[in-house]
């Protein structure tokens, strides 16, 4: 699989157009199987945190007061993460933080999340639940630190992803894993990751081969 960056956001809330902003960021940089760079920042974006929140990511309105503006971090984690591949569980969430902060900045991005959510619900459909602990904990994969905490989320996101390749490799004998092929399985309707492969692999097999001399 190509490189790819994987992403977590803690928030003051749920929704961008509420006013929620950003408290935290991280991003794992994944190449050839494992990490192999990592971004994370507090972030202050002027705004207060409730307490319902704090209880759940354990940051604070006095952390976030000592940490960078938010347009400082996110600019440097745009540049962090460029044009590759993003990555993130339950993606609809990051992603609507994602833009909503890089507007702010006036940056755009262009390329679209892969969602390790929704690619665990066609891969690991026995699964009790599909929220990132519960699917650690189904796939037997390690516990990196606290839940809700940007860079520990970030790490097991990873994990799952490349236990969710693997399965693509070993379970349904996929040679190759794309970012391609993981978008393509994310938007596959529910029963339909076998006509997916399938088409998938019609596609490689009818490629042309390169004329030789």
């Not at 408290?23 to 990592?38: L, N």
């Not at 940007?150 to 799952?160: G, H, I, K, R, T």
Request: glycine share 6%; aromatic share 6%; with cysteine.
């Amino acid at each position: 699989m190509e490189v790819v960056a994987v992403i977590d956001f803690e928030t003051t809330g749920l929704s961008p157009a509420q006013g929620d902003r950003a408290t935290e960021v991280a991003v794992v940089i994944v190449d050839g199987g494992r990490v192999v760079d990592r971004y994370q920042s507090l972030m202050n974006a002027g705004v207060r945190i409730p307490a319902y929140i704090e209880a759940l990511t354990g940051i604070s309105n006095a952390m976030v007061r000592g940490a960078p503006p938010a347009a400082e971090v996110m600019q440097q984690v745009s540049d962090f993460v460029g044009d590759i591949p993003i990555v993130a569980h339950n993606a609809a969430f990051d992603a609507k933080f994602w833009d909503a902060e890089l507007a702010r900045i006036h940056r755009h991005r262009a390329q679209d999340f892969v969602c390790s959510l929704l690619l665990s619900r066609r891969l690991f459909p026995l699964a009790p639940s599909h929220k990132l602990g519960a699917l650690i904990e189904y796939a037997r994969l390690p516990v990196a630190g606290r839940y809700h905490r940007a860079l520990a989320d970030a790490e097991m996101a990873a994990s799952l992803l490349l236990r969710l390749e693997e399965e693509l490799r070993l379970r349904h004998q996929v040679h190759e894993v794309s970012v391609d092929l993981l978008r393509r399985i994310q938007r596959a309707p529910k029963g339909q990751l076998h006509d997916v492969l399938a088409r998938m692999a019609g596609s490689a097999r009818c490629r042309p081969a390169g004329r030789g001399r």
